[in-house]
């Protein structure tokens, strides 16, 4: 019996590294190629900017209204997981804002480094992950939670960036930046034609998948061209807090609780992607938008997308090897 196992278990190892290399490994390469454009003045700073804000405005709504419009809620709606997930974001940000600015005292990181912990690359990596765990057809879990989710992270992120911008509070600014930015818009249209079960015609819904398909290359590629190895300096700490708490931190505390609360298989597969992925990247365009320290912004994009590689592999494994997933 126990020559019999071995090789099941080699199996299972090779199929876990494999999975974690197939998300992460195309966006890191995209990073690098918007890295190399930047270096060979193909893909210059005021070119990268207004790529950026393009981005922002335009294709990452359009993904984010696409990924919600195409959901199927009503087949795989779990009430109980769904106020499990949105418990979950709202406690990792409230507790942030208590800790963060105990140790972080320049106002433009703050809210960078809280939105940077707390906000996952949900769509991103929750639909290939679940997908190489369980298969295409078993996906809907994932899409049903990025349908709340999502629209969580971004009103959170407007709230703590606004907060923050100018070292004061102004409730008003705060709200006309949650009802009039992009994300949340797209995030609200995709909402409002799903739960009205209203479809788009034909050739409308192919042009929107197409503009949608562009927001992950675009953004990526973006982020590459803005990273400076020479700004690290100075973020050293941040950043190395940063990752941590948003690799290692948060998945070690909440993902034994959800376990514990008796989520299983692709229930914790999706809270996972939740919980371990790396940082949004809408999270760099975000903070460069709204006056936030857009370096250390992309610079947590990229190396959580980065050390998830080991990270998400250890997860996906720990939890495989433990019969959970």
């Known amino acids: 019996p126990g020559s019999k196992r071995k090789p099941k278990q080699r199996k299972s190892v090779m199929e ?37 804000k393009v981005t922002f405005k335009a294709f990452l709504p359009t993904l984010i209204f696409y990924n919600i419009y195409q959901t199927e809620i009503a087949e795989i709606f779990d009430g109980r997981l769904i ?8 406690l990792m940000f409230f507790l942030l804002w ?10 433009r990181r703050k809210g960078v ?13 929750g639909l290939p992950v679940t997908a190489s765990l369980f298969g295409d057809e ?23 960036l606004e907060w923050y911008a100018d070292r004061q509070i102004h409730p008003k600014k705060i709200l006309k ?19 009205c079960r209203i479809r788009l015609p034909e050739g409308i819904e192919k042009t929107v998948a197409n503009l949608s398909g562009m927001a992950t290359p675009m953004a990526f590629l973006i982020l590459g061209a803005s990273f400076k190895f020479s700004a690290l300096k100075g973020n050293i700490r941040p ?18 609780l959800s376990i514990l609360m008796g989520y299983r298989g692709i229930q914790l597969a999706a809270l996972l992607t939740m919980l371990g992925a790396p940082t949004a990247v809408s999270s760099f365009t975000m903070a460069k938008q709204m006056n936030g320290d857009g ?3 992309g610079q947590i994009v990229i190396f959580t997308s980065i050390c998830s590689i080991p990270t998400m592999f250890f997860w996906i494994f720990l939890l495989k090897q433990m019969a959970f997933m």
């Open 16 to 52: 876990n590294l494999i999975v974690s290399l197939n998300v992460v490994f195309p966006l890191f390469a995209m990073m690098a190629v918007g890295f190399l454009l930047h270096r060979i003045g193909i893909l210059d700073d005021h070119t990268a900017d207004v790529m950026n």
């Open 83 to 90: 106020l499990w997930a949105i418990g979950l974001v709202l």
């Open 98 to 107: 208590l800790i963060v600015p105990r140790f972080e005292k320049d106002f």
């Open 113 to 125: 480094m809280i939105q940077g912990m707390f906000r996952s690359n949900f769509i991103l990596y």
């Open 138 to 160: 078993n996906v809907g879990t994932a899409s049903m939670l990025i349908a709340f989710v999502v629209p969580l992270y971004n009103v959170l992120s407007v709230v703590v």
């Open 177 to 195: 930046g949650i009802v009039t930015n992009p994300l949340i818009l797209g995030a609200l249209l995709g909402g409002l034609l799903l739960l």
């Open 239 to 256: 950043l190395t807090i940063a990752v941590a708490v948003k690799l290692i931190l948060f998945p070690a505390l909440f993902l034994p």
């Open 295 to 297: 370096e250390l912004a």
